[in-house]
C-alpha cells in the first residue's frame, strides 16, 4: 500500500465552485499533515497546515479525520488561479526523516 | 538568504560524467532535505541532514549518489557516473529545526543526462 494516496484527477471545475479532494495515509502514527500546492515546472509551496480540530485560510479549509486516516482540502469560490496540483503531504515519524509527498491531484478551473 | 537557492537551475551533462548539485538554505535553517522529481511523477525523499549529520542515507537510489553539508549550511548532491534515469529536477528544501514544520523548496535544479 502506497503511503499516501490521492486521486490524480484531473478535476475540472468551473470558476466560483466549490471543490474538495481527499487523500489517505498508511502510517496511523502520523503526527503532522500538510496541503502543498505546485505549479506547472515550479517547485512545491507550503499551501497549509492541518490541525485535528481542522482549520480554514481564507477560501481554504482543511480537515483531519485521524480514525479513518484521511485528510481533506476543501476550495470555495474557486479562482482561475486555483489551477494547480495540490500535494497531500504526510510526516510519517514527526521527526526531521523527510516528509512523505502524494503524487498530487490536478485541479483545473475553467472559465 | 532570503529563500533556499540551488545552483545550477540547468544542467545538461554527458553519461557516465559527474555531476555536482548546490543547496544554500535559509539562514538558520538547522534541517535540509534533497527530494527528485521526475516528469509527471511525486516527489522521492532522497536524504535529509541535521545539522552536518544525515541520520538515514538509505533513500539515496545508489552508490553513485552522495551528499554533504558543512558548516551547518550549504549542501552538495553529487551523482557519479551519470546515467539517463538520474534525469530529473532535483529539489532541496530546509525547515528550522526536525520535527512537524513545512519545509520551503528551492526552485530545483533540472538535470538531463545525454
Known amino acids: 500500500r502506497k503511503e499516501v494516496e490521492q486521486d490524480p484527477g484531473p478535476f475540472n471545475v468551473p470558476e466560483g465552485a466549490t471543490v474538495a479532494f481527499n487523500c489517505t495515509y498508511s502510517?496511523?502514527?502520523?503526527?503532522?499533515f500538510f496541503w502543498y500546492r505546485q505549479d506547472c515546472r515550479k517547485e512545491p509551496k507550503l499551501l497549509m497546515s492541518?490541525?485535528?480540530s481542522g482549520n480554514e485560510d481564507g477560501r481554504f479549509t482543511a480537515q483531519l479525520n485521524r480514525a479513518s486516516q484521511y485528510i481533506s482540502l476543501l476550495i470555495r469560490d474557486s479562482k482561475l488561479s486555483d489551477s494547480a496540483t495540490y500535494l497531500c503531504v504526510v510526516n510519517p515519524g514527526g521527526g526531521a526523516d523527510g516528509l512523505t509527498f502524494g503524487k498530487g491531484t490536478h485541479l483545473i478551473i475553467q472559465p | 538568504g532570503a529563500g533556499v537557492s540551488q545552483s545550477p537551475s540547468n544542467k545538461v551533462t554527458e553519461k557516465g560524467k559527474d555531476v555536482e548539485l548546490r543547496c544554500d538554505p535559509i539562514s538558520g535553517h538547522t534541517a535540509l532535505y534533497w527530494y527528485r522529481q521526475s516528469l509527471g511523477q511525486g516527489l522521492e525523499f532522497l536524504i535529509y541532514f541535521q545539522g552536518n549529520s544525515a541520520p538515514d542515507k538509505s533513500g539515496l537510489p545508489s552508490d553513485r549518489f552522495s551528499a554533504e553539508r558543512t558548516g551547518g549550511s550549504v549542501s552538495t548532491l553529487t551523482i557519479q557516473r551519470t546515467q539517463q534515469e538520474d534525469s530529473a529536477v532535483y529539489l532541496c528544501a530546509s525547515s528550522p529545526a526536525g520535527g512537524p514544520y513545512g519545509y520551503t523548496f528551492g526552485s530545483g535544479t533540472r538535470l538531463t543526462v545525454v
Open positions: 492541518v490541525y485535528s
Open positions: 502510517n496511523s502514527a502520523s503526527q503532522s
